[in-house]
């Protein structure tokens, strides 16, 4: 029998499965990453908010996407639960970095990893925290959005490119974080954000520290959002009339700290991998 080997791993419970490819074979992208979908789910699946395809950068996966290697050898190919991709991810980048160490890929150290939103810097070992310089995260505008349906909470935000496009709300302490409904899809400008839009809802910063929630494009509500955490500091720093700082932020699925500075961020917090195996591919995705 056939398979596709994998690990499982997660970033403060931000959970992906990675695919080692070094080549490119596997097909993620037919019938709208079906594969991806697939893998992804709770149920029939492995069960993960994304996958880590883990291919070099010299090869044609990434010449695909239109990634310039560098200096990087590796490429972390991200993909959505369902199958969309994105630009980056800040807790999977940690995972993936974790990965090619325990692999053998890379020592440990500091590493450059190719995403589609340009190369990242990881500074990783075999157990500690890992740390991302995220790059530059770019305030863009205000705008609103509806938490729960129709009928829900609407909450202000401001527009934050981290790689990825994030609408992240400082919420009122008129607004109970842990009661509102981001399972449903939040209602979002669509011409503000024509590719879609990750949302974080976040308390206020008090003594260096928020709280922060999430639903994910892509994925729907997840236990943490690395992106998504940095893109909620850079808010609740400038909703307290400050460009930089650091900022702890406390997510349902643990805790990390983030830096902004006036040229770049960085993202620090645990990556772990816990299972690996031979995924048995359902016969009818005829993989
Ligand atoms: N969970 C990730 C972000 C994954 C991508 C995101 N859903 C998007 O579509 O932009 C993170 O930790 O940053």
Do not use: Q
């Not at 993620?28 to 699946?45: E, F, K, S």
């Amino acid at each position: 029998m056939g398979g596709v080997e994998f690990v499982k791993g997660h970033g403060t419970e931000n959970d992906f499965v990675v695919l080692p490819d070094p080549d490119g074979l596997i097909d993620l992208d037919g019938d709208d990453g079906r594969l991806v979908r697939a893998v992804c789910h709770r149920r029939r699946g492995i069960g993960a908010d994304g996958v880590l395809r883990v291919v070099r950068t010299d090869g044609p996966v990434a010449a695909a996407a239109g990634v310039a290697g560098g200096e990087a050898t590796w490429f972390m190919d991200y993909r959505n639960a369902d199958g969309s991709l994105a630009e980056m991810c800040g807790n999977g980048i940690r995972v993936f970095a974790r990965y090619l160490v325990e692999a053998g890929l890379v020592a440990p150290g500091a590493h450059p990893v190719a995403t589609r939103a340009g190369t990242r810097r990881v500074t990783v070992d075999h157990t500690g925290p890992v740390t991302v310089d995220m790059g530059p995260a770019e305030l863009g505008p205000y705008s609103t959005t509806v938490v729960g349906g129709a009928g829900g909470v609407e909450l202000d935000g401001v527009a934050v490119d981290v790689g990825n496009p994030h609408l992240a709300c400082v919420a009122p302490p008129s607004v109970a974080l842990d009661t509102l409904d981001l399972a449903r899809p939040p209602a979002y400008d669509a011409s503000l954000f024509p590719r879609g839009v990750n949302v974080e809802v976040l308390t206020p910063l008090v003594d260096g520290a928020v709280r922060l929630r999430v639903h994910e494009r892509g994925s729907g509500e997840t236990r943490s959002c690395g992106t998504g955490t940095v893109a909620g500091a850079v808010a609740a720093l400038h909703a307290a009339g400050r460009g930089t700082g650091t900022v702890t932020v406390d997510t349902p699925g643990g805790t990390l700290l983030v830096g902004v500075d006036a040229a770049s961020t960085t993202l620090t917090g645990p990556a772990e991998l816990v299972a690996r195996g031979t995924w048995g591919v359902p016969v009818a995705l005829g993989v």
